[in-house]
């Protein structure tokens, strides 16, 4: 009971820290937003791996939280005075964790994202950068039961609804709603 009680309360802790944290930086920057940004683009960004639909997923994330948080109004890429731009230049995976008998026992899916912020009009950049992340992941084990806090948000296993799946995929997805996460962060302190 009081075990439920806690993981209850670290998940509302986290949710209310993501609001506080968009709230505070939306509130901040009203009033800062440069005259001639009313709105951006969010092109596919180019896959230069052999990593299938990452694109596809870093941008719906991308425009998810910029519409979610109500950032900027998203157009489409002719009529838009601002671009957010980018390419997935690299991923990998990697040993991570070891266990007693040096085997590996956590992999690292690693992602490399190259990411601009153009001022159309002006032709300038309005942040140029590289971003990384990573999510973990074991090959023999299911991410429902596998030890592991995949997503890395306190909850292990049955005790987090979202750890389930094919856990390289999960890894994936983690790794690409941190980046998406980063460049939406980007973009608001640019303000
Ligand atoms: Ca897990
Ligand atoms: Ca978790």
Not at 12 to 31: D, H, P, R
Not at 32 to 43: A, E, G, K
Not at 105 to 127: M, T
Not at 140 to 156: A, K, R, T
């Amino acid at each position: 009971m009081i075990m439920e009680l806690k993981r209850r309360l670290i998940k509302i802790t986290n949710l209310y820290f993501i609001f506080v944290l968009f709230g505070c930086a939306y509130y901040s920057m009203a009033g800062s937003i440069p005259p001639n940004i009313r709105n951006v683009s969010v092109p596919l960004f180019v896959n230069q791996t052999p990593e299938f639909e990452l694109s596809e997923k870093l941008t719906n994330v991308i425009i998810e939280q910029i519409s979610e948080q109500n950032i900027i109004k998203i157009v489409s890429s002719p009529d838009s005075d601002s671009i957010i731009d980018g390419e997935i230049v690299s991923v990998s995976d990697g040993p991570y964790a070891f266990n007693n008998n040096e085997q590996v026992s956590e992999y690292r899916f690693s992602i490399k994202v190259k990411a601009i912020w153009l001022d159309v009009s002006n032709d300038k950049a309005l942040f140029e950068k590289d971003f990384s992340s990573f999510g973990t992941y074991s090959i023999d084990s299911d991410p429902s039961s596998d030890g592991i806090d995949n997503d890395n948000d306190g909850l292990i296993d049955s005790n987090d609804s979202d750890e389930f799946g094919d856990s390289r995929e999960l890894a994936i997805n983690v790794a690409i709603n941190k980046i998406a996460v980063d460049i939406v962060n980007t973009v608001l302190s640019t303000w």
